[in-house]
């Protein structure tokens, strides 16, 4: 099992950046996929993106490319979503999510049923 915690959440206005981390606790970080969801007011949770366990590839909803980037670091057993120009659209409880995948698995995993485990959420509010 792996224990998630999300942390880096708040309120930053239109056009600014925060960083969430993500960090892990029990079995090996270093054997999951990683990912991200997102749960707006009103809405169901989506993907934001997700990251191999290797971490040599990674994989965006296209609302966020370009501005959203997803790293981490397996020696620290932590998880990144750098998050640059916000918009009041990206308001919402962020989770991240593990799932447990052999080494070399090359597949991205873009659902919320293909992940084992889930943090609690931060929150973050984009203000306009």
């Known amino acids: 099992q792996v224990q998630l915690v999300e942390s880096g959440g708040g309120l930053v206005q239109a056009g600014g950046s925060l960083r969430l981390s993500c960090t892990a606790s029990?079995?090996?970080?270093?054997?999951?996929?990683m990912g991200w969801f997102r749960r707006a007011p009103g809405k169901g949770r989506e993907f934001v993106g997700d990251?191999?366990?290797?971490?040599?590839?990674?994989k965006y909803t296209d609302s966020v490319l370009c501005r959203f980037t997803i790293s981490r670091e397996n020696a620290k057993s932590t998880l990144y979503l750098q998050m640059n120009n916000l918009k009041p659209e990206d308001t919402a409880v962020y989770y991240c999510?593990?799932?447990?995948?052999?080494?070399?698995?090359?597949?991205?995993?873009?659902?919320?049923?293909?992940?084992?485990?889930w943090g609690q959420g931060t929150q973050v509010t984009v203000s306009s």
């Open positions: 990251i191999l366990r290797s971490g040599v590839s990674t």
């Open positions: 029990g079995r090996a970080f270093s054997t999951y996929a």
């Open positions: 999510a593990a799932k447990s995948v052999y080494d070399g698995n090359p597949f991205h995993h873009t659902e919320q049923a293909d992940y084992d485990y």
